[in-house]
């Protein structure tokens, strides 16, 4: 039986992970079978402390924690997001098109990226389908102040303040979910004699025992690499990016916009996200350290910045962060579970560090081993998920590179350069030519990125699916149904523009109230 796990690190993995699994499993009926959770962390290693975009799931994990969206609105400097605008990837001059997190119309039923192409329409694929584009263009929230928590007009999911999240979750995991915290740093494993760890000893003489241990200890990667030695997979001469500055800007003014999409600004050997929050930007320069200078990097940084008049003249200097992008081998090896940055980081191009989380803690959550047979099973079974996971986030993010005309520095060559694409990529972008992306095409339920990010992405950097109508059945049929479709997208904006309230308008009515 799995009586008890510990989780080592207290960054949003380890505090999610603790959320989830005690909301389902540390309820008092069945805290009488004994299951008790632990989480430690070090005073010594700081969180972190990045980590702002999240995905719409993120709504359910925290329904599923018991947190009210109020109180994380409140407390976590929170603001609404529906997507990712990508500036200057296309072409390198200031052209942009939108992944917006609300689907197609008629998604599922009808693929209108095919009726789209078959047009040649004057509108972007994303402004024709859904009305996201338009919404984030102007700056306007996903929900209305009647809108129930979680609840919403178009799909979103949040920008947040890292560290504010984590001290939430910390709160309510202790307060309100039993989760046993500890700090304490971990100095060594003490293992049994089939190589489980059976405890850990921390540096001031305690042991923590425990039948499952949940390794979030971000980059230290104290048991799935120090103690295990698992091996480490790069993924650097596909996505090479190794290094983020990183700085919290300030706003010219109190009112500054608050744009309701990640801001995603190409530059000559990386990217520029900008997180608007109520309070202040999270803004960084991720780039590769082997195509451009840290120094000239700032510079890019800082040249963005003070071109923005909604930013205060007088920044921070950026911090830091140098990574390897790539993955553990595997992700569950023996009684230890790997999550969060431990497991494996790259860029955050579209934001899939904390889903991960949140998919990994749901799975151990939903899969508790009962015994050693099952936990072999169980494990195999995460490994071959996690890893699937893997392939689809490199595979989407190599795409926004894959697909860019740019010739402006050796860094946007090289992303060009076949040998840098995975065979998966090649085989579905030689698909793709002929073969608009849709629901059908995997058989795999557990998906991380759906046919329609895959469609938005595509068409959203001008790649070109020659569309072959004798292949659809009923063409003509569901030609019409997309005309309709495509029209009432037209009503929608226009609906949306007269109802839905600014974003920062709609955040100060929910921190007065
Ligand atoms: C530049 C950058 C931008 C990012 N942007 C995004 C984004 O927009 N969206 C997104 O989804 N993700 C993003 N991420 C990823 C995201 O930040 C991480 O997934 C998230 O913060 C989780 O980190 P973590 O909890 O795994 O690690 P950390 O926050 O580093 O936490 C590690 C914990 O382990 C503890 N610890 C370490 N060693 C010991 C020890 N010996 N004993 C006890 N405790 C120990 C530490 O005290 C700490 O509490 C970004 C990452 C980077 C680098």
């Not at 102040?145 to 609840?151: D, F």
């Not at 799975?363 to 079974?381: C, H, T």
């Amino acid at each position: 039986m799995t009586r008890k796990v510990v989780i080592v690190g207290g960054g949003t993995a380890g505090w999610l992970t603790a959320g989830v699994i005690a909301a389902r499993h540390n309820s008092p009926a069945e805290n009488e079978q004994g299951i008790c959770i632990t989480l430690l962390e070090s005073p010594d290693v700081a969180n972190l402390g990045v980590g702002e975009g999240t995905w719409p799931t993120m709504r359910d994990t925290l329904r599923q924690i018991g947190i009210s969206e109020v109180d994380f609105l409140r407390t976590c400097e929170v603001s609404f997001k529906q997507g990712s605008q990508f500036i200057g990837w296309q072409k390198g001059e200031q052209e942009s098109y939108y992944h917006p997190f609300s689907a197609p119309g008629g998604y599922g039923s009808i693929n209108l990226a095919a009726h789209w192409l078959d047009r040649k329409s004057e509108k972007t694929f994303a402004e024709a389908v859904c009305p996201q584009s338009a919404v984030c263009d102007m700056g306007l929230a996903p929900k209305k102040p009647q809108t129930p928590e979680y609840a919403y007009s178009l799909n979103y999911g949040y920008h947040l303040n890292a560290g504010k999240f984590v001290e939430l979750l910390k709160r309510h995991c202790v307060e309100k979910l039993g989760v046993d915290f500890q700090l304490g740093h971990v100095d060594s494993v003490v293992s049994t004699e089939d190589g489980d760890i059976e405890a850990l000893s921390l540096t001031d003489g305690k042991n923590i025992a425990g039948d499952l241990f949940v390794d979030c200890t971000g980059f230290n990667a104290l048991l799935i690499d120090k103690h295990y030695k698992v091996p480490f997979v790069s993924h650097k001469d596909c996505l090479f990016n190794d290094t983020a500055l990183v700085m919290q800007a300030a706003y010219a003014d109190d009112n500054s916009p608050i744009a309701s999409c990640t801001k995603s600004t190409a530059q000559s050997s990386g990217w520029i996200w900008d997180i608007a929050l109520p309070t202040r930007r999270g803004i960084g320069h991720v780039f590769s350290s082997s195509h451009i200078s840290d120094e000239e990097a700032e510079k890019e940084l800082m040249n963005y910045v003070e071109a923005d008049p909604h930013l205060a003249k007088q920044q921070p200097r950026p911090r830091k962060i140098s990574f390897q992008p790539g993955h553990r081998q595997t992700f569950w090896h023996k009684n230890c579970v790997a999550v969060g940055v431990s497991a494996g980081f790259v860029e955050p191009l579209e934001a899939s560090a904390l889903v991960l989380i949140e998919k990994s803690a749901e799975y151990i959550s939903n899969n508790l081993p009962q015994g050693k047979p099952e936990m072999v099973v169980v494990a195999k079974r995460f490994n071959e998920i996690i890893h699937r996971y893997w392939v689809e986030i490199i595979d989407f993010l190599k795409l926004h590179y894959v697909l860019s005309e740019r010739k402006d520095s050796q860094y946007w060559l090289d992303h060009s350069k076949p040998e840098s694409l995975p065979q998966s990529l090649n085989d579905s972008l030689a698909l793709w030519n002929t073969h608009v992306p849709w629901v059908s095409d995997t058989s795999n339920r557990a998906e991380l990125f759906s046919a329609a990010s895959v469609q938005y992405v595509l068409y959203g950097m001008g790649f070109v699916t020659k569309i072959n109508n004798n292949r659809y059945r009923n063409w003509s049929r569901d030609s019409r149904i997309a005309d309709r479709l495509m029209g009432d997208n037209l009503g929608m904006v226009e609906a949306l523009m007269a109802s839905q309230p600014k974003n920062r308008d709609l955040l100060n009515l929910v921190s007065e109230n």
